[in-house]
């Protein structure tokens, strides 16, 4: 079935660690998106990308990196210099007649 | 930059009662409008768009009506059920020149509908 798969559901990191949540769409979709969601703050946008090997920083996008090396994945990293990265990640893609598919999200907590 | 404002929530209604969700946005050039529903423990889905002024975007009875003169994308329903229970997000697609793709969200609104 088509659609887009973030993995892990749930990622625990340590202070001072690096992690990398993952992002897949088989949608041929251009356009991936990366969203923070905290309570009572709605969706944030951390980086984006409408083409193979571009993107663009967000809203929020201190303290992560991402990758776009290939069409169908965009994975995002949160670094140690993210201070508070507690939060529910959300991956979206959009096609090109506007409307965002998303991603069941990944849940990191720091430990 | 672009944002989008919605109206603070809860909104607690009755089943049947008529439904407003103010959203309004701040954008250079010409937008595309959204709305997305989140049911509990699901991601998000698109409820309606609009990609131009004055038009007017309708699913499962929600409607919305792009209006550039007052920058604003109100979501209504006239007669809302339990099953509406959810939370509602505006959002807009960038056109400017600076911003063009970039999809942003409001704050949410979660809509709450009792028997």
């Known amino acids: 079935d088509g659609g887009i798969t973030q993995s892990p559901k749930y990622l625990f990191r340590k202070e001072g660690q690096n992690v990398t949540l993952s992002c897949e769409q088989n949608l041929n979709h251009d356009a991936m998106y990366w969203y923070r969601q905290d309570p009572g703050q709605g969706l944030r946008l951390i980086y984006y990308?409408?083409?193979?090997?571009?993107?663009q920083k967000g809203d929020i996008a201190e303290g992560y990196s991402v990758s776009r090396e290939k069409k169908e994945s965009f994975p995002l990293t949160v670094t140690s210099a993210q201070k508070n990265p507690t939060a529910f990640y959300l991956c979206?893609?959009?096609?090109?007649?506007?409307?965002?598919?998303f991603g069941q999200g990944t849940r990191l907590t720091v430990v | 930059g672009d944002s989008v404002t919605q109206m603070e929530g809860p909104v607690t209604l009755s089943e049947e009662a008529f439904l407003t969700i103010n959203c309004t946005y701040t954008?250079?050039?010409?937008?595309?409008l959204f709305w997305y529903v989140q049911y509990p423990g699901e991601g998000l889905q698109l409820l309606l768009k609009a990609t131009k002024a004055d038009d007017k975007g309708s699913n499962k009875g929600f409607e919305a009506t792009y209006r550039k003169e007052t920058t604003s994308f109100h979501l209504e329903k006239g007669s809302v059920q339990v099953s509406d229970s959810a939370v509602y997000f505006c959002?807009?697609?960038?056109?400017?020149?600076?911003?063009?793709?970039?999809?942003?969200f409001g704050q949410g609104t979660t809509l709450q509908v009792k028997p």
């Open positions: 959002a807009l697609r960038g056109s400017g020149s600076s911003n063009t793709g970039k999809l942003i």
């Open positions: 954008a250079t050039g010409y937008p595309s």
């Open positions: 990308s409408q083409i193979v090997n571009d993107f």
């Open positions: 979206a893609s959009m096609g090109p007649n506007g409307e965002a598919f």
